[in-house]
């Protein structure tokens, strides 16, 4: 529920590092930012899926449907510290919505949570980091992507990288 | 040191949200981000200070010379979690640095600590929601922002704005 490829993409890239399984880039499609992101996930590693333009109602309705539950991101949600922990508890397979200010009201009823990362104007890359930073509490950090190409090598202060030996 | 007025902007929103004291949009001017940031921070509450202009070296040597201290975001860098305590030890003025891809390789020198949030290709908005959240202890949920004329009231499921008594 996006419109811009370029923030887009920020999500997407977002989405694969801090751990989300896949990303649905809902009502338009976007064949740029889909290669983009089967690029990246081919060289650094996944799996991380990726599809766009299914009409977002309806990939919420088959995602509750299948027993699934829904965040959303808003700056008018209530805060994330009090609601996290419902959130976690759920463990129900969650989709994560997040868009622009012309988000349809209608999700606000849908979502089983709205969630807020500050009641300020904000960004939804950055709502999204920070979710997903909490609700796998920090695994990023030691997280390993299957079927790597190259990886980075944390560096002081250069720039390496190293092909992976398959 | 970015490109794209959309991600600019979501850069500065994310500093501000997250409680850093202003932006330094370096080399490029761009009047339509700064003057985006200021209407948001006359309407829900600053201070936040933004430039658009300078070059990215004078603002640095600037930084340094009054004693501040560096941090670039980058993929390549050492992992938050073991740099953060000492950051935060330092309890120096931060300039914190972010960009594209296209960065000069002269940062990665110049900076005082080369930061990743996770080895793989992200958003710069992301990692810098993450550090901020990080080195300001998540204190943005209680974050006060002063002069505000208008603020969100965190709501289940609706969208509640306030005008603030002044």
Redesign the interface.
């Known amino acids: 529920m996006f419109r811009?490829s370029?923030?887009t993409?920020?999500?997407c890239?977002?989405a694969?590092?801090?751990g989300a399984d896949g990303v649905v880039i809902a009502d338009q499609e976007d064949k740029v930012v889909e290669s983009t992101i089967r690029d990246?996930t081919e060289r650094?590693g996944g799996p991380f899926r990726v599809t766009s333009g299914e009409p977002w109602r309806k990939t919420i309705r088959e995602w509750k449907d299948a027993g699934g539950r829904i965040v959303h991101l808003t700056?008018?949600?209530?805060?994330?510290?009090g609601l996290m922990p419902q959130i976690q508890q759920s463990r129900a397979d969650l989709l994560v919505v997040v868009g622009s200010e012309k988000m349809p009201?209608e999700i606000?009823?849908t979502?089983d949570w709205?969630v807020?990362?500050?009641?300020?104007?904000?960004?939804e890359?950055?709502?999204?980091?920070?979710f997903l930073?909490w609700y796998h509490q920090?695994d990023?950090?030691d997280?390993n992507?299957s079927e790597a190409r190259i990886?980075?090598?944390?560096?002081?202060?250069?720039?390496?990288i190293q092909e992976v030996a398959r």
């Open positions: 811009d370029r923030v993409s920020h999500v890239l977002t694969r590092a801090l990246v650094f700056a008018y949600g209530l805060p994330l510290p009201g606000f009823k979502a709205n807020s990362v500050t009641s300020q104007p904000m960004s890359v950055a709502a999204l980091a920070v930073d920090h990023e950090f997280r992507f990886r980075i090598v944390p560096s002081k202060n250069g720039k390496e």
